[in-house]
Antibody, heavy 123, light 108 residues
Framework: QVQLQQSGPGLMKPSQTLSLTCAISGDSVSTDSATWNWIRQSPSRGLEWLGRTYYRSKWYFDYAVSVKSRMTIIPDISKNQFSLQLNSVTPEDTAVYYC?????????????WGQGTLVTVSS | EIVLTQSPGTLSLSPGERATLSCRASQSVNSIFLAWYQQKPGQAPRLLIYGASSRATGIPDRFSGSGSGTDFTLTISRLEPEDLAVYYCHQYGTSPRTFGQGTKVEIK
């Protein structure tokens, strides 16, 4: 059974860098049959896919246009996890952040999801 | 961007009743790229249906998905109290991947 365990701070100040980690058990971050995704949820924007990484003989990265200039996903094979870094956060980045495994080759549905991390950006 | 519009916003039914949730897309979605998720209060979303009609592992058969083109439906054949949740549709065939705004199912 695949489980995703998230960790990271919940309170940020504007302009700081958000860092969240998603530890994987029951699967491998370097598998060639899944992708590893970050999704956020807020009352104003609903569910919003942010980006993903996947390994197909080499590492690939996709990001949503809305965060592309500020976001980096970092896979870590040694710890079997992947991380999100979001630079220069603003109050608009306040949301619950989820990691999720993507299945279905590269056109993915998401299963399972991490437990979620509420991130609040406030001065 | 494909906009997914879910209706109704809230559905209030009694245990044992049938729930029919709609997801309408602003342009055609290949049905193999449509999923449904259940989000219970305080929890992360959980996959129910992928490929418009395939149940995820461990999902009871009272949940079923159907539809094609721009109109998709999630049906809960016999509501149970634990089905209290918000249900989201999701299209993943066209970038950017998008989600509906959700339908809240209340149990009378």
């Amino acid at each position: 059974q695949v489980q995703l365990q998230q960790s990271g701070p919940g309170l940020m100040k504007p302009s700081q860098t958000l860092s969240l980690t998603c530890a994987i058990s029951g699967d491998s971050v370097s598998t060639d049959s899944a992708t590893w995704n970050w999704i956020r949820q807020s009352p104003s924007r609903g569910l919003e896919w942010l980006g993903r990484t996947y390994y197909r003989s080499k590492w690939y990265f996709d990001y949503a246009v809305s965060v592309k200039s500020r976001m980096t996903i970092i896979p870590d094979i040694s710890k079997n996890q992947f991380s999100l870094q979001l630079n220069s956060v603003t109050p608009e980045d306040t949301a619950v952040y989820y990691c999720a495994r993507g299945l279905g080759n590269l056109l993915n549905w998401f299963d399972p999801w991490g437990q979620g991390t509420l991130v609040t950006v406030s001065s | 961007e494909i906009v997914l519009t879910q209706s109704p916003g809230t559905l209030s039914l009694s245990p044992g009743e049938r729930a029919t949730l709609s997801c309408r897309a602003s342009q055609s979605v290949n049905s193999i790229f449509l999923a449904w998720y259940q989000q219970k209060p305080g929890q992360a979303p959980r996959l129910l249906i992928y490929g418009a009609s395939s149940r995820a592992t461990g999902i009871p058969d009272r949940f079923s998905g159907s539809g094609s083109g721009t109109d998709f439906t999630l049906t809960i054949s016999r509501l149970e109290p634990e089905d209290l949740a918000v249900y989201y549709c999701h299209q993943y065939g066209t970038s950017p991947r998008t989600f509906g705004q959700g339908t809240k199912v209340e149990i009378k």
